[in-house]
């Protein structure tokens, strides 16, 4: 299933692509959300039966890119029930994602979410060690909900998925050039079993713009972002410590020195950009 076999992706264009990153803008009234994927995104642990538009359509997207059999979908709400009891509902570093998809014993775990151009660097950190902090659960037998569901399969690969939405106002480089520092930084300690994929979905037109970015009494949410998510701001320091958990003990302490930067060789053209 791709893309170009539906008539309704016509509103979705491809503006850049690279091995990590694709940049895509959107507008109109965006693309038909499947009922299988309402269902799934409307079962949310903070707003159940509710569903949030640009998850909706993530989800989507993100489920029309992957190959394979033996589909399973599991959203917010089944990874809140179980890691509330196998990890406590208030540990640290508990993190759910917005929904997964596994084929072929293969893990897709998303995170969806707004960038305000004033939180750009801290909030993506955020998001990035949260949805590492899922990884590491799932690879742990004794908190995973892949484990739980497939007690006699085996986890091949973790794949993680971030959709990040930006307004039409917002400059897509600026994104762009956080993402290139945090990935650069964290590449050479990301564990074989684990990849990651940044999607940017910047929204074109007051459809979108109404649809994405209107609170319920109308209020803007770039120009206006939850107090909240500046007090919960990360540093790509916390994403390199959330890493060393799928490592051994002796490798830690090179880990978290710098001095590993230097070594790093990268083939993507992304980050050879100016």
């Given at each position: 299933?791709?893309?170009?076999?539906?008539s309704y992706?016509?509103?979705?264009?491809?503006n850049?692509?690279?091995?990590?990153l694709?940049?895509?803008?959107?507008?109109g009234e965006?693309i038909?959300?499947?009922?299988?994927?309402r269902?799934i995104?409307?079962?949310s642990?903070r707003c159940y039966?509710?569903?949030?538009f640009?998850?909706g359509?993530?989800?989507?997207?993100?489920?029309?890119?992957i190959?394979?059999?033996?589909?399973t979908?599991?959203?917010e709400?089944?990874?809140q029930?179980?890691?509330?009891?196998r990890?406590?509902p208030?540990?640290?570093q508990?993190?759910?994602p917005?929904?997964s998809?596994?084929?072929d014993?293969?893990i897709?775990?998303i995170?969806?979410?707004?960038?305000?151009?004033?939180?750009?660097h801290?909030?993506?950190c955020?998001?990035v060690e949260?949805?590492l902090?899922?990884?590491?659960a799932?690879?742990n037998?004794?908190t995973s909900?892949?484990?739980y569901?497939f007690?006699d399969k085996?986890?091949?690969?973790i794949?993680?998925?971030f959709?990040?939405?930006?307004p039409?106002?917002?400059?897509v480089?600026?994104?762009?050039?956080?993402?290139?520092?945090?990935?650069r930084?964290i590449?050479?300690f990301?564990p074989?079993?684990?990849?990651i994929n940044?999607?940017?979905f910047?929204?074109?037109?007051?459809?979108?713009?109404d649809?994405c970015?209107?609170s319920?009494?109308?209020?803007?949410?770039?120009h206006n972002?939850?107090p909240?998510?500046?007090?919960?701001?990360k540093?790509i320091?916390?994403?390199k410590n959330?890493?060393?958990l799928f490592?051994?003990n002796d490798?830690?302490?090179?880990?978290?020195?710098d001095?590993f930067?230097?070594?790093v060789f990268?083939?993507?053209?992304?980050?050879?950009e100016?």
């Amino acid at each position: 299933m791709t893309i170009e076999e539906h008539s309704y992706w016509e509103n979705l264009k491809k503006n850049y692509t690279s091995n990590i990153l694709k940049v895509y803008s959107l507008e109109g009234e965006g693309i038909t959300i499947p009922p299988k994927i309402r269902c799934i995104v409307e079962d949310s642990a903070r707003c159940y039966k509710s569903m949030d538009f640009t998850e909706g359509i993530s989800f989507t997207h993100c489920i029309s890119q992957i190959k394979g059999n033996n589909e399973t979908c599991n959203s917010e709400k089944e990874y809140q029930s179980l890691y509330n009891k196998r990890i406590g509902p208030l540990t640290s570093q508990k993190s759910i994602p917005d929904g997964s998809i596994t084929v072929d014993e293969n893990i897709h775990l998303i995170s969806v979410f707004r960038l305000s151009n004033k939180i750009i660097h801290g909030y993506l950190c955020r998001k990035v060690e949260k949805l590492l902090h899922v990884a590491s659960a799932e690879y742990n037998k004794d908190t995973s909900l892949f484990y739980y569901n497939f007690p006699d399969k085996t986890i091949k690969h973790i794949k993680l998925h971030f959709y990040i939405w930006i307004p039409e106002v917002t400059r897509v480089n600026k994104v762009k050039n956080v993402i290139k520092q945090i990935h650069r930084i964290i590449l050479k300690f990301i564990p074989d079993m684990i990849s990651i994929n940044f999607n940017i979905f910047q929204t074109i037109g007051q459809k979108m713009e109404d649809s994405c970015w209107r609170s319920t009494c109308g209020m803007c949410i770039y120009h206006n972002p939850r107090p909240w998510k500046k007090s919960k701001l990360k540093k790509i320091y916390d994403i390199k410590n959330v890493l060393t958990l799928f490592f051994e003990n002796d490798t830690v302490e090179y880990f978290l020195s710098d001095t590993f930067i230097n070594d790093v060789f990268f083939s993507d053209p992304f980050f050879n950009e100016s």
